[in-house]
């Protein structure tokens, strides 16, 4: 079939589902959501925590062979099929469909970072003050035992007794817990909601909506500002903290390579999950984002610049993060592997301490605070939209109508507030460590991952991926990512998926908040959720479709839909048999 040919009958296909106005917006999208909070609050930690410098080795590696293999089989599916990520199964492999659901049930777990934004969205507002909240303790939350920043600095710098500090709380960990958490003594007790937080998660969902409401028309305009000004703001943070006293120290913890780390087999998984995780592989995003560029669109050259950024951007904001470390263990006199944290704790507990040991502090927690958010949002929004999408596209006769798509855009988002509520109350903290542990894990990554390899490269066939991403970018792809797709990403990830489970150890908050044995039943439902849906989906297919097992197994392992052409026949047996004709 001719590349013209192939063009106007995908064109067709999209009928009112839209399209990317332009290149740019397409590529302004995709990195504003492959390059999040993992780049700034996870990738810096596990450099440092992992041997510095020689980190980069297993993180470039696994680029290399998972990263960008995935990266680009993902965005080429979508722009292939102009499909999301269940009908674009549908269109390739049938009884491959349940990936897609897995994919849905993940970024309904997704949903819950969302109060990040709200947490960052409230840390913003009191930024305004004239005295940042978490630098004193002369405030209604604080206890006897709180320590303002400017004392604990003295104290350390005049040597005091450290029996008595070890007996105190700083202020900004007081600040965290008492007034934006209110946190309780567990799960068990969720509180009260935190309505401060509730109105800043409803600005959160809102700017969501507003995002997506006219779908990509609208999410491609914002990504304007969204994935651009982050970058503006990590420049400026990255001129003033690399400037500050001890900063040199902390970027030495964070670059200084450790050979012998590398022979930890811990160092290795964790620059695996990195990569999946930055690189927003085995999610089905990156499909629902291809499938609204031109079918003539280079995702071949795409693909390389955007992994490009995204790793350069974890690199950077590295500099970022180990700086203020340094800054943070000079002035309380210590080193930087006793301040070392990552995710909230450096967020919410760390960077607000050194903002208030600098001058002019609330332009630099405004400036932090800010570059959060938008790096948040651009994943929240980018997220909610590949849900809309791939449900609209199962049922494009309802949705696919611009009223109706706003509609469903309006219950989604109200739907995913609602639902964010119980991460406000004063026992939500509990209940957001145990999705972010149980409910995307590398585990359901990992499966995804091998089910997609083997449905695409050995069902499919990978010399057919190769052949239709040559037909849209005009350039073959080397064979290097047919292996990849073959055997390295399956033989990886499946060792993953059982690494998993060999070194799995109980959740625990701030190490010592052991959840009741209730709580860890349900994370665990929540893990083997993406299993359970893909494996009823095939059963389910297997049962709609006529014939024997092995009639039912063929039609469904079979190209459907109008990609290829196929015609009908008649077995002896009376059933149908789907004969597909070659492509030309």
């Known amino acids: 079939m001719s590349r013209q040919r192939r063009t106007e009958e995908n064109q067709r296909a999209i009928g009112d589902r839209g399209q990317w106005a332009s290149k740019t917006e397409y590529l302004l999208v995709v990195a504003g959501s492959v390059v999040g909070l993992g780049n700034v609050w996870r990738f810096p930690y596990l450099c440092y925590k992992n041997g510095g410098g020689a980190f980069l080795l297993p993180y470039c590696l696994f680029a290399v062979l998972l990263g960008i293999p995935m990266f680009l089989l993902e965005t080429s599916i979508g722009q292939y099929t102009q499909q999301g990520s269940v009908t674009c199964w549908r269109k390739l492999c049938p009884l491959a469909s349940g990936i897609g659901y897995g994919h849905l049930v993940m970024k309904m777990y997704n949903f819950g970072y969302t109060v990040i934004e709200a947490w960052s969205l409230l840390y913003l507002g009191f930024s305004f003050s004239s005295q940042l909240p978490w630098a004193t ?155 609204f560029s031109d079918y003539n669109n280079n995702c071949y050259k795409d693909c390389f610049w955007l992994c490009l950024l995204n790793s350069a951007t974890s690199f950077v904001a590295g500099f970022v993060v180990f700086s203020v470390l340094g800054f943070m263990a000079h002035q309380h006199g210590t080193t930087v592997d006793s301040v070392a944290d990552s995710g909230p704790g450096l967020a919410f507990i760390t960077y607000p301490q050194v903002t208030a040991m600098i001058p002019l502090p609330q332009l630099w927690a405004f400036c932090f605070f800010l570059m959060v958010i938008l790096l948040a949002i651009d994943s929240h929004f980018v997220m909610v939209e590949s849900f809309i999408t791939t449900v609209s596209d199962l049922f494009p006769k309802v949705f696919h109508a611009p009223q109706r798509h706003e509609l469903f855009a309006l219950a989604t988002c109200l739907f995913g507030f609602f639902i964010n509520l119980s991460l406000i109350t004063e026992g939500g903290i509990y209940v957001f460590q145990l999705i972010e542990a149980y409910g995307s894990t590398r585990m359901s990554s990992s499966f995804l991952a091998i089910c997609e390899c083997v449905a695409i490269a050995w069902i499919y066939g990978a010399d057919n991926v190769l052949a239709f991403i040559k037909d849209m970018s005009g350039r073959r792809p080397h064979v290097f990512f047919k292996l990849c797709w073959k055997y390295i990403i399956p033989l990886l990830s499946l060792v993953s998926l059982i690494l998993y489970f060999v070194d799995y150890k109980h959740l625990k908050l701030n190490n010592w908040y052991v959840y009741p044995d209730w709580a860890y039943a349900l994370g665990w439902i929540m893990a083997f959720t993406s299993f359970v849906v893909l494996i009823l989906t095939m059963v389910g297919q297997m049962c709609q479709t006529s014939g024997t097992f092995m009639q039912r197994l063929t039609i469904l392992c079979r190209p459907a839909g109008d990609l290829l052409s196929t015609k009908k026949t008649k077995g002896n047996d009376g059933t149908a048999a789907e004969l597909m004709a070659t492509e030309t």
């Open 137 to 291: 303790c002369n405030n209604t939350w604080n206890t006897e035992n709180c320590l303002a920043i400017s004392q604990g600095v003295n104290s350390r710098n005049a040597t005091t007794n450290e029996s008595m500090l070890r007996n105190t709380t700083s202020a900004a960990i007081e600040f965290w817990q008492r007034r934006v958490l209110g946190l309780s003594a567990g799960i068990e007790e969720p509180g009260q909601v935190r309505w401060d937080l509730a109105v800043c998660l409803l600005i959160c969902w809102t700017l969501c909506y507003f995002s997506i409401w006219k779908s990509v028309r609208s999410s491609g305009k914002v990504a304007y500002f969204t994935a651009t000004f982050p970058y503006v703001t990590l420049l400026i943070l990255l001129i003033r903290v690399v400037t500050l006293p001890g900063a040199g120290q902390g970027i030495y913890y964070y670059l200084y390579p450790n050979i012998s780390r590398l022979a930890n087999i811990e160092v290795w998984i964790d620059a695996m999950s990195q990569i999946s995780f930055s690189y927003s592989i085995s999610a089905g995003s990156l499909i629902v984002l291809g499938s």
